[in-house]
Nanobody, 124 residues
Framework: VQLQASGGGSVLPGGSLRLSCEVS????????MAWYRQSPGKQRDMVAA???????HYTDSVRGRFTISRDNAKNAVYLQMDSLSLDDTAVYYC???????????????????WGQGTQVTVSS
């Protein structure tokens, strides 16, 4: 199982970006999915999360500006980021609670997986 994130880049303040992350590999289930971010010298913090049935929650600093969504058929999660500010500059990581399927006899066990990170730079 791997998570592949994409969609980062550079944008002016007030601009928008859309991040995507897709789970590849065979799975029993993909459960909660989330986006985290980490700025230099800071810890990695959760930005937004979404359950398998679509319930979303956000950290206060992005609520109303960012929207997390998912496509369960594609095992993908998205982060639409609008009204970006300088403080949103960070490496963004996708995260998923996944039960991998390794073939006949696999037991249902859940693990946390991380994507490779994608840089978002907001600069004037």
């Amino acid at each position: 199982v791997q998570l592949q994130a994409s969609g980062g880049g550079s944008v002016l303040p007030g601009g928008s970006l859309r991040l995507s992350c897709e789970v590849s590999g065979d799975v029993f289930s993909v459960n909660d999915m989330a986006w985290y971010r980490q700025s230099p010298g800071k810890q990695r913090d959760m930005v937004a999360a979404i359950t398998s049935d679509g319930f979303a929650h956000y950290t206060d600093s992005v609520r109303g500006r960012f929207t997390i969504s998912r496509d369960n058929a594609k095992n993908a999660v998205y982060l639409q980021m609008d009204s970006l500010s300088l403080d949103d500059t960070a490496v963004y990581y996708c995260n998923a609670d996944v039960a991998p399927y390794y073939g006949p006899g696999s037991k249902y066990r859940r693990f946390e997986f991380w994507g490779q990170g994608t840089q978002v730079t907001v600069s004037s």
